[in-house]
DNA sequence: TCTTCACTGCAGGTAAAGCC
DNA sequence: GGCTTTACCTGCAGTGAAGA
């Protein structure tokens, strides 16, 4: 058996069932039901489930449902070592599958398929394997990367999520370890990172691009996260 | 489990001065 | 000219306590 990128669409298997190699499930659009292990439930896009070698497992899903399935013969060693099942990935591996779901859809191609394959096992390697996170939580996060060039206050984050702020707050650092606002500092650092890496962006444009509309205080702020300013950064 | 309230500390905006 | 640093000020985030 050898790693494959497979495209799945509702179960045709209801049936519980194991197989000798490992299998990672990430749904694109609509909702599985998976019973793994002790985790019994449904998963989302933007969830990725692990399913090891010979261990017993049934997934149905709804009629429209899609999704990404990565049949291993080792998982890297982040999620082999993983305590959890369920966990949230990244933006960046979001966006990937649908650039392999285009690329499986459209075209045979086992060179580019290996080289995804590759990517996509890098990929798994940066993920920071939160465990499957409250919804709401989830609702607000979404919310805070669609709009991290934008001031972000926690009161609108608490709409989103339905919360009163306070128990938003407590919600959010009792799930993620750690406080709203050192979340959404570290997103703005590490997209202020990569743009002052890739692009030749005035730092006007990139303190703008990644929310905040005072230049000295982005200055200050990546000066406190990285140790050295934009500048000498990108130097 | 959740909301409200009060308190403290910090992040971010502004302005000004200085550096390259 | 573009960027950094610093001081000052304000508003908001974080948190604990009390209560529904």
Redesign the pocket.
Known sequence: MKDLLSIRSYSTRPKEHAHSYNQLVLPLQGMINIRVGTFNGKVSPRECVIVRSNEMHLFTAEKEARFIVADLKKLPDLIEDSPHIVFEISKPLSQYLLFIESQLENEFSPAIEQAMLNTFKLLLCEQRLTPKL?I?INNALLYIEQNISE????????KVA????????????KQLG????????SL?MKKAQALLTHTD????I??EQV??????????????YFG???????Q
């Not at 001031?151 to 608490?158: E, M, Q, V």
């Not at 005072?214 to 406190?224: E, G, N, P, V």
């Not at 050295?228 to 990108?234: A, D, G, W």
């Open positions: 409250d709401r001031p972000i206050i926690i009161s609108d984050l608490a339905c919360l009163s702020p306070t128990q938003f707050k407590k919600n959010f650092k750690i406080t709203v606002l050192e979340y959404i500092t703005r962006y005035p730092l006007q990139i303190a929310g905040y509309t005072s230049l000295s205080a982005f200055s200050r702020k990546f000066s406190q050295l300013s934009p500048t000498k950064f990108k």
